[in-house]
């Protein structure tokens, strides 16, 4: 089947590779562009689409299968390519008295192995998880990563999504699987938490562990079975596939059932995991420089999460692909302890990267679980995750004209701390060590053969912000002037690096200068403002961000002042306020504020906020009361007037009269 869409004299071509001998797609078979040395890989249906010009070559590999090269227009005319699967030379080796043979085959296969070097790749991810053949779980992202002879040595995300769908008791979410994967190493058992492999041993231990069988011998390759002597479940059993003239390895598969020490952990300490068949092979590139290009991996499990025990199947792929060329990454840099999840929902989604990097074609199968999941689930990326599982606490929020209160930082701890309490003589502490705020200035860059894009946000990290100095008046003004000021910054890098063609390293150094003038601007800033204490000096920055972004703080200046009532700060110094008091306290102000400027609409949304998550207080019912009537909607404003009343408020008679006519 053939699709043009040309792009430099480049047209677009698709289609299928069948196995001849028994008519099944091959699944993640390698199709390579002779002329540019890059090419694609077949999805689950064996199917693939690849851009490159009409006179190009192509190159269709899979292992135990004979290499073809055909001219990319035969897919013009042709929807598919049988592929011939290698002959079984086993007839004719003469072999194996003892098995001697096998032993030393694997053991000298293991020594050459270890000579493989590091590489650098691209990766691409896929992860697809159902139970009783309904999909509940989808991941997909591309990574750089670097592999080695020991395995994967680290993975790098470039972007991700996600889909969910839900089940009774929430969503199943599969945490750190790539983490699982990488921490296996084939060649040394120390520190494995999965079980041990035949490239473990010396020759003396594979003999006393392993039972060796010759299964077949396709072009070279000898596939042979091991089998554990014992069945403690400390080793795997599987399968190898080496090339017996260069003692390379070709792939090797690792299986084990009821599989009793692992890394997988329960979601919750009452949830249980039983009953684990784990299954994962790893193949590798043939000739001289050989690397590892792709890890194949299945794992059926009971999980009890105390509503209802179920199976649950999970299936997924790493390819590595594209050797010595690797993506830019975006300027990021994740906490160390983040899950794969965290990691996805972290960072925007760049819907440029995705459609202009396509490995692997989704399969019937894949766009059919993306519908039910747009359908019955959630489609995720960016900082969505939290709304729907309480487990993502990762809380990066996106820059936005919304104003950030102070109960939101450091996950809704806030402490009123006086001098004296800085002070004493157990805790000497100066103002700027109460005090954090974290921000990313996220700039992700993607070449095209004829463009380069770029994706920029500034990301406020609440999590790891706090703010512990002694609150005043401004404070809530002084935290948001300072992240508005990190905005003006993003932007100014966004039109610094659309002027110009940058290359890569032009790019660093701009960020990196960028980053050096935003830290003096910032530290200047709150010099001058004194942590929001200088009314005046602040109040010229109020100016300069509704310049420069449009964004009004003035209703955050003088901030405390008409709600001393509603909470004694005064009377809080050195102890915490609760989330919710923190949380009532910053919207009933705000919106306050709001409806003293005249923006109703503004301030209705943000009073209604806290009303909804539970305040009751009569001075919220009587603000949003005003708000509706000077919207005109009479019947709320009488509404929250007698809520008003109930709560203990005062209302002018007339005000009830009205509301009787």
């Known amino acids: 089947m053939f699709i043009t869409s040309v792009v430099n004299a480049q047209s677009y071509f698709e289609g299928r590779i069948i196995d001849d001998s028994n008519g099944e797609p091959l699944a993640y078979s390698h199709i390579l562009v002779k002329s540019s040395n890059r090419g694609v890989i077949t999805n689950t249906e064996g199917r693939f689409s690849v851009e490159c010009l009409v006179s190009d070559t192509l190159i269709i590999s899979y292992i135990s299968f004979e290499k073809k090269e055909l001219p990319a227009s035969f ?129 003396r231990q594979l003999k006393k562990y392993f039972n060796l069988n010759l299964l077949s011998v396709k072009g070279g390759i000898y596939n042979v079975e091991f089998t554990p002597k014992d069945d403690s479940g400390a080793f795997f059993k599987g399968e190898l596939w080496i090339d017996y003239k260069h003692f390379d390895l070709i792939k090797i598969r690792l299986v084990q059932e009821q599989l009793k020490r692992h890394p997988f952990l329960e979601i919750s300490k009452n949830h249980k995991l039983d009953s684990l068949d784990f299954d994962i092979s790893f193949t590798y590139k043939r000739g001289v420089d050989k690397y590892l290009t792709k890890v194949n991996f299945n794992y059926e499990f009971k999980y009890d999460n105390t509503i209802e025990n179920r199976l649950m199947s999970t299936r997924g792929v790493l390819l590595f692909y594209d050797e010595g060329n690797i993506f830019d990454l975006p300027y990021f840099s994740f906490n160390a302890d983040l899950t794969d999840y965290d990691k996805i929902v972290t960072q925007p989604y760049n819907s440029f990267f995705w459609e202009h990097n396509e490995l692997v074609i989704p399969s019937a199968k894949m766009n059919e679980n993306q519908k039910f999941f747009e359908e019955h689930g959630v489609l995720l990326h960016y900082n969505v995750l939290s709304e729907h599982n309480n487990l993502f606490k990762n809380r990066i929020k996106d820059w936005a004209s919304d104003r950030i209160f102070l109960y939101q930082l450091n996950d809704g701890a806030n402490y009123n701390v006086s001098e004296s309490t800085m002070n004493n003589d157990h805790q000497l502490y100066t103002p700027s060590e109460l005090y954090d705020f974290k921000y990313h200035i996220y700039v992700d860059r993607n070449a095209e053969i004829d463009s380069v894009d770029y994706l920029l946000r500034t990301l406020i990290d609440v999590d790891k912000s706090f703010y512990f100095n002694r609150i005043n008046i401004n404070t809530n003004c002084f935290i948001n002037v300072y992240f508005d000021l990190v905005e003006i910054e993003k932007r100014n890098i966004e039109r610094s690096l659309k002027n110009w063609n940058w290359n890569i390293t032009e790019v660093d150094s701009i960020y990196s200068a960028s980053q050096l003038s935003l830290k003096r601007k910032l530290s200047t800033y709150i010099k001058e403002v004194e942590y929001g204490k200088n009314h005046n000096q602040l109040k010229k920055y109020v100016e300069l961000i509704m310049r420069d972004l449009g964004v009004d703080n003035t209703p955050l200046l003088n901030f405390v002042n ?72 009479t019947i709320s404003a009488c509404d929250f007037y007698n809520r008003c009343q109930n709560a203990g408020g005062h209302i002018l008679r007339e005000v009830f009269d009205s509301c009787d006519d």
């Not at 972007?159 to 009774?168: C, E, F, L, V």
């Not at 009933?588 to 949304?605: D, R």
């Open 562 to 633: 008409d709600f001393e009532n509603y909470i004694d700060v005064n009377k809080t110094e050195g102890k915490m306020l609760s989330e919710s008091s923190r949380l009532h306290f910053d919207l009933y102000n705000y919106g306050s504020a709001l409806l003293s400027i005249g923006k109703t609409h503004n301030a209705l949304e943000v009073l209604l906020e806290a009303y909804s998550l539970g305040d009751d207080h009569p001075w919220l019912y009587y603000n949003i009361a005003l708000c509706y009537e000077q919207l005109g909607n």
């Open 75 to 203: 897919f013009a005319e042709n929807q598919s390519y049988h592929l011939k699967p290698l002959d079984n030379e086993i007839a004719e080796v003469v072999l194996f008295g003892n098995n001697e043979d096998l032993y030393d085959l694997i053991y000298e296969t293991k020594k050459n192995f270890q000579q493989i070097k590091d590489h650098q790749t691209k990766a691409y991810f896929n992860l697809e998880t159902s139970s009783k053949d309904k999909p509940l779980e989808l991941i997909e992202c591309y990574y750089n990563s670097k592999i080695s002879a020991e395995g994967i040595d680290y993975l790098s995300l470039k972007n991700g999504r996600i889909g969910m769908a839900k089940q009774k008791g929430g969503y199943f979410v599969s945490l750190s699987t790539t983490q699982i994967i990488s921490d296996y190493n084939l060649l040394y058992k120390s520190e494995n938490k999965l079980p041990q492999n035949p490239f473990h041993f010396s020759m």
